[in-house]
């Protein structure tokens, strides 16, 4: 019986507006039983007062109430009633998500420890390790486990120099994730980390997003950018373009405290991080510096909760449709009325 109650709750109506014939069914039996009924003229009808009444009222109220039942039939088949298929949903989309990550020969420096008491790896594979976790989900070894993206579309930009989209924005996440370990440092001769053109290629590629869509950029880079020249964009400029496509980037930089006796260079790693931070303001992003791995998990732990979005729970790929029921009642209730008025009702006149 409770099952019962919980199909009957989950009918709905495709066009629910046609309900509103509904007390038309009722006019029609009204009509019915007022219409005047063929009668025989006669000059003294005092001698037919005396004889039963007979069955003839009986037979117009069921002949209303038949006419009643079809005119609502008719008017459920319009309307449609149907039921959901609980068993086939439809995969739901969630938000497009770029991935821009160094590939700057600095990024192969290993001084990251990725957990208390375990050895120091490189910077790249404890941002490919991170990103894992953030795409697919997963235990750590302190912290809560990451539950993954499986609704989300995302993309990865490698980038030193040059910008390079190496798996557009999907929902295989298995093909990124077996690109993402395909990447490798570009080298130690090459310390060129242009920031800005990767922004805005993942603003490019943030477009291809259907409309309505959330939009998020994440970069995450161990240096500040120093790529020159007339054709490159610079990263502000980047930010202010994607301030306009309503696309808010996380910044995470992880290149460690500015240390040294260059205090030239501490500056300008000062510098280049208070332009991550810009970046990230402007759009309405966050910035966050990663010192470990402990840092960088926290840092995409951070973005997971922040770029949630919840999925509709009711969304199903077909529904069971009643229509062509409720039809096929109202002209077998005709067809029925129709024989019992050529037979059992029949009336002469």
């Not at 009325?337 to 009702?345: D, E, I, K, P």
Request: with cysteine.
């Amino acid at each position: 019986m409770a099952g019962f109650r919980y199909s009957v709750s989950m009918v709905s109506f495709a066009h629910a507006w046609v309900l509103a014939l509904l007390p038309l069914a009722f006019a029609i039996g009204w009509w019915s039983l007022r219409s005047p009924r063929p009668a025989l003229k006669h000059s003294l009808v005092a001698a037919f007062r005396q004889l039963p009444r007979g069955r003839a009222n009986r037979v117009r109220t069921l002949q209303a109430a038949f006419a009643v039942l079809a005119a609502i039939c008719w008017i459920f088949a319009l309307a449609n009633p149907r039921r959901p298929d609980l068993h086939t949903k439809i995969p739901v989309e969630g938000i497009g998500i770029v991935l821009a990550l160094d590939l700057s020969g600095s990024m192969a420096t290993e001084d990251f420890v990725p957990s208390a008491g375990a050895a120091p790896i490189s910077r790249f594979d404890a941002a490919k390790q991170t990103l894992n976790l953030f795409v697919a989900g997963g235990a750590t070894a302190s912290g809560p486990p990451f539950t993954g993206r499986p609704d989300d579309r995302i993309g990865l930009i490698a980038f030193s120099s040059v910008p390079v989209t190496v798996c557009p924005l999907t929902l295989n996440h298995s093909v990124l994730l077996a690109v993402l370990r395909d990447q490798r440092t570009a080298g130690a001769l090459n310390a060129e980390t242009n920031i800005g053109d990767a922004l805005g290629e993942g603003c490019i590629r943030l477009e291809t997003v259907g409309p309505g869509r959330r939009k998020v950029l994440v970069l995450l880079s161990d240096g500040e950018h120093n790529k020159v020249g007339n054709e490159v964009l610079n990263p502000k400029t980047a930010a202010a373009l994607a301030e306009k496509l309503q696309i808010p980037i996380y910044t995470i930089d992880c290149g460690g405290d500015p240390v040294g006796i260059d205090a030239a260079a501490i500056q300008q790693r000062f510098d280049g991080r208070a332009v991550l931070e810009e970046v990230s303001r402007v759009t309405g992003g966050q910035s966050f510096v990663a010192n470990d791995g402990e840092d960088l998990r926290n840092a995409f732990r951070t973005i997971d909760a922040l770029e949630r979005r919840a999925a509709p729970a009711n969304l199903y790929r077909r529904y069971f449709e009643y229509g062509g029921w409720c039809a096929g009642a109202a002209l077998a209730l005709l067809g029925f009325s129709g024989v019992l008025n050529a037979t059992r009702w029949r009336r002469n006149p």
